[in-house]
T-cell receptor, first 109, second 115 residues
Framework: AQRVTQPEKLLSVFKGAPVELKCNYS??????LFWYVQYSRQRLQLLLR??SRESIKGFTADLNKGETSFHLKKPFAQEEDSAMYYC???????????FGTGTQLKVEL | NAGVMQNPRHLVRRRGQEARLRCSPM?????VYWYRQLPEEGLKFMVY????????ESGMPKERFSAEFPKEGPSILRIQQVVRGDSAAYFC?????????????FGNGTRLTVT
């Protein structure tokens, strides 16, 4: 079955601390993975995609096929990083994005 | 570009009534997706449409739910004879191509409450 798992519902860190939001996937083919973010009172938007291998707002995510993971990382959390983060996988022959249940990141001062 | 527009933002319906949710994609986007978010759950795919065609409706409940994306006008998600379990936030997204090639742009959602 094609599935995305985000095991943490809530992750609370202090400002300046490292952040790692976990994402594991189940997919038989070559995966295409994304991280989407929803800031308070804003719409869901793309943060980054694994194929681009880029860093956005200090966040990076590396695809680990051996561990079937695509964890989102940032070395030093900022208050403005507080948001809901969703990991997503292209499935259905490229017809849809399957989302995880999301992780609420709370950065405390 | 105003982004993906969904209306209404909030919709209250009594059990048995019909709910019609509208989504206007971003200019230039011909791919539309509907997702449902139940309390405490993630976004669940419902349907993927291109102009006048349903491409993938594998996430749509078999009864009472239908979707369309006509040549002119917005995409419509229609729920007939609503029940309490239909209460959820419904999100529309659009893209210029398939999700593997193009990021999805989301609307603000319609929150449906069935009383």
């Amino acid at each position: 079955a094609q599935r995305v798992t985000q095991p943490e519902k809530l992750l609370s860190v202090f400002k300046g601390a490292p952040v790692e939001l976990k994402c594991n996937y189940s997919y038989s083919g070559s995966p295409e993975l994304f991280w989407y973010v929803q800031y308070s009172r804003q719409r869901l938007q793309l943060l980054l995609r694994h194929i681009s291998r880029e860093s956005i707002k200090g966040f990076t995510a590396d695809l680990n096929k051996g561990e079937t993971s695509f964890h989102l990382k940032k070395p030093f959390a900022q208050e403005e990083d507080s948001a809901m983060y969703y990991c997503a996988l292209v499935t259905g022959g490229g017809n849809k994005l399957t989302f995880g249940t999301g992780t609420q990141l709370k950065v405390e001062l | 570009n105003a982004g993906v527009m969904q209306n209404p933002r909030h919709l209250v319906r009594r059990r048995g009534q019909e709910a019609r949710l509208r989504c206007s994609p971003m200019k230039g986007h011909s791919h539309v997706y509907w997702y449902r978010q139940l309390p405490e759950e993630g976004l669940k795919f419902m349907v993927y449409l291109q102009k006048e065609n349903i491409i993938d409706e594998s996430g749509m409940p078999k009864e009472r739910f239908s979707a369309e994306f006509p040549k002119e006008g917005p995409s419509i998600l229609r729920i007939q004879q609503v029940v309490r379990g239909d209460s959820a936030a419904y999100f529309c997204a659009s893209s210029p191509g398939q999700p593997g090639n193009s990021p999805l742009h989301f609307g603000n959602g319609t929150r449906l409450t069935v009383t």
